[in-house]
């Protein structure tokens, strides 16, 4: 069973900083099957990110992920205020399909 | 417009069971799988199983296998997350979620619904 572990648990920063994000795999994945979401307070989870790096309609291109194998990256390379919210990686193959990440939380320092 | 429409909040005590609805429209219902996803108060996501309403094939999580029930109703454009037996443990929101492509099982959700909360308590 593949295992994903986001760090850091939270990542404190103010808006107009860069935000790097990690999504590490207890094995190699294929960054077919990576993708990130975002979720804010008393709303559904909206899909940022799949295959790794391709934008989701509607992202706005200050988003962007990158990695492969174990290692994935979900960067905001400038914070809005509405960036502020958890961020889950996910790996939609198999072994079991859908699993998550924990979650790493960007709070407004 | 995609949209899938989850029934309402629910509050039931343990041992009692419970059917929750997810109605999708704005696209071809039977062209999709439909999958369920549990998140517990202040947790993470969990991707619970996800069902083919065109023939009702249905794959679950290994983690909640047996512990759930889902189904789809393609006549009507519902899908359903049911319990038996509910206990307390199974406080929580509970989002429905629509693949990002047609005929596929694989859990990348691309359109959600808002969620129902069910809160078991005695």
């Known amino acids: 069973e593949i295992v994903l572990t986001q760090s850091p648990g939270t990542l404190s920063l103010s808006p107009g900083e860069r935000a790097t994000l990690s999504c590490r795999a207890s094995?190699?994945?294929?960054?077919?099957?990576l993708a990130w979401y975002q979720q804010k307070p008393g709303q559904a989870p909206r899909l940022l990110i799949y295959g790794a790096s391709s934008r989701a309609t509607g992202i706005p291109d200050r988003f962007s992920g990158s990695g492969s194998g174990t290692d994935f990256t979900l960067t905001i390379s400038r914070l809005e205020p509405e960036d502020f919210a958890v961020y889950y990686c996910q790996h939609f193959g198999t072994s079991p399909p859908g699993t998550f990440g924990q979650g790493t939380k960007v709070e407004i320092k | 417009e995609v949209q899938l429409v989850q029934s309402g909040a629910e509050v039931k005590k343990p041992g009692e069971s419970l059917k929750i609805s997810c109605k999708g429209s704005?696209?071809?219902?039977?062209?999709?799988?439909l999958g369920w996803v549990r998140q517990m108060p202040g947790k993470g996501l969990e991707w619970m199983g996800i069902?083919?309403?065109?023939?009702?094939?249905?794959r679950y999580s290994p983690s909640f296998q047996g512990q759930v029930t889902i189904s789809a109703d393609k006549s009507i454009s519902t899908a359903y997350l049911q319990w038996t037996s509910l206990k307390a443990s199974d406080t929580a929101m509970y989002y429905c979620a629509r693949p990002a492509n047609m005929w596929e099982p694989l859990p990348l959700f691309d359109c959600w619904g808002r969620g129902t909360l069910v809160t078991v308590s005695s």
């Open positions: 094995q190699s994945v294929s960054s077919n099957y």
């Open positions: 704005g696209y071809s219902f039977t062209n999709y799988w």
């Open positions: 069902v083919y309403p065109g023939d009702s094939d249905t």
